[in-house]
């Protein structure tokens, strides 16, 4: 029986939230709820202190979504707790087994953490049943998508069957077929697996990419030029990944690359706003610096900073008008009180590229230096890209394979590349000198955690 509600009873629920909304903003917050409604109403909220108090008392919601957000403040050390955190949110399989598919997506973006997160989720999934429940099933395929060798192919097969039966919507088998005929060695038939995939499911473009290689730019572009014309029908964030993956191994300009881009952007997507403009500033005998600005505007709007090292950026390129490479010094220095790191980064390559004067190699590895002994990828990436070979540098292909093997641990996905790249250039000798370097300067890194 149905119980009609009076209208008093009505406007007291409607007016319920308003007066909720200061008491769970301005009071000390007392439950997950209410953390997960203030991160709803502002994504980018601080909430690690009132969610380490949660887990702390056993909370297993509370674990997980703590290391989630640590893991996003990409950092060695909140990293490393974000991995404990996951763990005892596993609970050695009393708990939530999505946990492990937590881990095994710390160790995809950072793999400096490999081999511990390994070994965690080799415990794990003795301690699982993984046709238990359809999220425990999701958790070990996820899994598997990480680290194909923990589980043997039979099993795999057998359980994407049971996913297929059991999935009704947003179902990613195609992903999991696909890395499974790579994991058997099956290259071509995962090509086609993974072209299909990737319409669907937008981690299968970083598998694939992954899988090419050297090739990556050239596969993900024929996708986009395939499909540029069903771009209305696509997931948002399948366009979103594909468009901002391809302006991260830029080779040549292609319109395809613009209309993915632009339809991300329509949608909402930051990420592709900022990729454009990077995009831009990468082609300037394709653009020009008015079309760049206009955009960087644009971009003010929502994130002035980052709009600042944009700008930055476009005045110190050559083949524009705007060249002020003066002016780009002076933006930067008024970025630098909120963002150190990321100016002296920025300043490096000022010095580096010669905007100041002539190249001044010595002058930008001085400022790269501090930034060495702390977990910055873009630093040790720019420091292997000197020593790969520059003008007015001379080249040492070893040091460059161990700071890109580096910057490669941390998450860097060009950096995966220029280490590829150097080590088909390197004796057995060197590539021995190369590790030597690689555990040193690992060393260094997990001394700061």
């Not at 049943?129 to 039979?154: G, H, I, Q, R």
């Not at 059991?166 to 060695?185: H, I, P």
């Not at 250039?425 to 260094?444: C, D, F, I, K, N």
Request: overall charge negative; some cysteine.
């Amino acid at each position: 029986m149905i119980r009609a509600v009076s209208l008093p009873s009505l406007a007291v629920a409607l007016l319920l939230p308003a007066l909720l909304l200061p008491a769970l903003t301005g009071a000390a917050v007392t439950g997950l709820p209410q953390v997960r409604y203030q991160l709803h109403q502002d994504p980018d909220t601080e909430v690690i202190e009132p969610l380490r108090r949660f887990a702390e008392r056993g909370d297993r919601p509370s674990m997980r979504l703590l290391a989630s957000r640590l893991v996003s403040q990409e950092r060695l050390d909140t990293t490393h707790e974000a991995i404990g955190w996951y763990w005892r949110a596993f609970d050695r399989g009393y708990g939530k087994p999505l946990a492990l598919a937590g881990m095994s997506e710390i160790a995809d973006r950072m793999p400096l953490f490999r081999e511990q997160i390994r070994a965690l989720l080799e415990q794990g999934l003795n301690q699982l049943d993984p046709l238990a429940s359809d999220e425990t099933l999701n958790s070990v395929l996820d899994l598997f998508l990480v680290y194909p060798e923990l589980l043997p192919s039979d099993q795999v097969e057998h359980l994407i069957g049971q996913y297929q039966r059991a999935c009704v919507l947003d179902c990613r088998a195609l992903t999991y077929q696909a890395r499974l005929l790579e994991a058997r060695g099956q290259l071509e038939q995962a090509e086609r697996r993974y072209r299909q995939a990737m319409l669907l499911d937008a981690r299968a473009v970083g598998l694939y990419s992954r899988m090419l290689g050297d090739d990556a730019f050239d596969g993900l572009l024929s996708v986009a030029q395939a499909h540029q014309s069903r771009l209305p029908e696509l997931p948002a964030e399948v366009v979103e990944m594909l468009a901002v993956t391809l302006t991260r191994t830029p080779r040549q300009h292609d319109n395809a690359i613009l209309l993915w881009l632009d339809q991300a952007i329509a949608w909402g997507s930051f990420q592709a706003l900022l990729a454009k403009a990077g995009y831009l500033l990468d082609h300037p005998d394709v653009f020009d610096h008015q079309a760049a600005f206009r955009l960087i505007e644009q971009i003010s709007l929502r994130d002035p900073d980052e709009a600042g090292f944009l700008r930055a950026q476009a005045l110190q390129v050559y083949d524009w008008p705007s060249l002020d490479p003066e002016a780009a010094q002076r933006q930067l220095q008024t970025l630098a009180p909120r963002h150190p790191d990321r100016v002296q980064l920025a300043m490096a390559q000022l010095y580096s590229s010669g905007g100041l004067d002539e190249p001044d190699h010595r002058a930008a590895l001085a400022l790269y230096q501090p930034l060495l002994t702390r977990p910055n990828a873009a630093a040790h990436y720019r420091v292997a890209t000197l020593y790969a070979g520059t003008r007015a540098m001379c080249p040492d292909p070893v040091k460059g394979y161990g700071y890109a093997r580096i910057a490669e641990l941390l998450g860097s996905a060009r950096a995966r590349l220029l280490r590829q790249q150097l080590e088909t250039r390197l004796s057995p000798e060197q590539h021995s000198r190369g590790q030597a370097l690689v555990h040193v300067l690992r060393q260094r890194l997990e001394q700061s955690i």
